[in-house]
């Protein structure tokens, strides 16, 4: 994180999404502002469905990742 805010000069956990998302505690809660996101960017939901076919199983891979590996290092939720 430090290396990409180097980089771009943009800190990840500062924009408005980081901040919806650290608050989620469940796959679920994470899906729900992810597909927010998406049929904020696609109207016609074309596009929108492409997003969604992949995204649900992408999102609960890194939760049972994220919980398999423990309270040191989460890969669905920022923490420092």
């Given amino acids: 994180m430090k290396a990409y805010e180097k980089r771009t000069k943009k800190d990840l956990l500062a924009h408005p999404l980081a901040v919806e998302l650290q ?10 502002i992810l597909h927010q996101q998406i049929q904020g960017l696609d109207q016609s939901g074309s596009s929108s469905d492409r997003w969604t076919k992949w995204l649900g199983p992408t ?3 890194l939760h049972m990742l ?12 920022f923490k420092s």
């Fill in 59 to 61: 999102v609960n891979v």
């Fill in 66 to 77: 994220s919980e398999t590996l423990g309270e040191g290092v989460s890969l669905v939720s």
């Fill in 23 to 32: 608050n989620c505690n469940s796959p679920c809660a994470i899906l729900a």
